[in-house]
């Protein structure tokens, strides 16, 4: 039995004003697009009959630039209004008050219900890994935004943490979250999102002290988080600027399953090829926990268990789900290593220098 998606994280433009040292957009995104409004409620049309209790419209890209983010979030709201809608930006981008962007940024609050502003480092330390972001221009961003109406938005800093800039939560906190009225301060330890984690970790031990000591409650995601804890599969969709449906938000660079403005009735029918893909993705999981390998790895292993040992024992009719797994073996052969990255969790993101 196929569950309905509750969770959904949808990109709404690739564009983005910055080159973040931790973030691997420019490795995984496409042709610069903003997803037209038309081909938004598209999409959403053929979402509608899940039950989608939370979402984040957000992706490889700085959601705000899109020039009708407003109207996306007004939609999105029309369509789900009893869901909780999270964004993200990096308030590098004037808001003032008369301002069409500064209107317009207004505007969004009336529909989302958690904003983000991505904050990480100070003054130096955010400008080297925010490049080409200034921090005169987040004080400006601010400042314009200390006294608009936040219409219910709740808004807190998101702070991504890596080793050179543990030294600044604490100003962050004083600065920025205390004087800007900001709900709170989330800790995220930067993940290796990178194709080819080639992102630098080695965390010393006494930043990992440091880190447990004072910040333990503001750091978020799961403490114990283990691969069969991932819900992506059967309750996620993560989608892209161009509609690809993916796995989900931290292998952005794989292959799609399939194209939500093309084939959106897939999502909801047993046969569709993402269903059966999330199928045959709960089976590895079980194969995974199981850690019964096999000489053919873990595809082999998903063979045998959706088919059976011997291909006589396959489901008649299931040619649907025989092309979509010999279509995706090599991106589901990919999962684990990429899952295992995909971790908001102290104990195996943070590994001391040297520790390995
Ligand atoms: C990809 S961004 C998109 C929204 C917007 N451009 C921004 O920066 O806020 C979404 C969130 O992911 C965070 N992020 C980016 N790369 C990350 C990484 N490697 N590990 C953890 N969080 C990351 C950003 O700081 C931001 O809060
Ligand atoms: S983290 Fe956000 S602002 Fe930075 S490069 Fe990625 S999408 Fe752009």
Known sequence: MNKPITYAYLETTNYCNLQCSFCNREEVIGALQHMPLTKFKKMLENLKHHPIREAKLMGMGEPMLHPQFDEICKTFKEVFPKAFLIVATNCQYPIRPDSKMGKKFEECMKYIDLLYFSIDGYKDSYERDRAPAKWDKLMRFLEDFKPMERHG????????????????????????????????????????????????????????????????????????????????????????????????????????FGNLFDSASNLSSDRGAYRALARAVEDIRDIMVADTGGSDGVVGAIKDKVFGKSESKSPSGSSDLKRTLSNLNSAISQLPGKMQTAIGSMELTVKPAGSD
């Open 153 to 256: 938005c709740r808004v807190t800093c998101n702070y991504v943490v890596n080793t050179d800039n543990i030294q600044d939560i604490q100003i962050i906190k004083d600065e920025i979250v205390d004087v800007y009225d900001l709900e709170e301060l989330r800790l995220n330890i930067a993940q290796d999102w990178s194709e080819d984690k080639s992102m630098p970790g080695g965390y010393t031990l006494e930043q990992i002290d440091y880190l447990n000591k004072n910040w333990k409650n503001e750091i978020k995601g799961k403490s114990e988080w283990d691969f069969p804890d991932c819900f992506w599969v059967k309750e996620g969709i993560y989608t892209t600027v161009e509609g690809h449906v993916k796995m989900c938000c931290l292998n952005t660079g794989a292959d799609p």
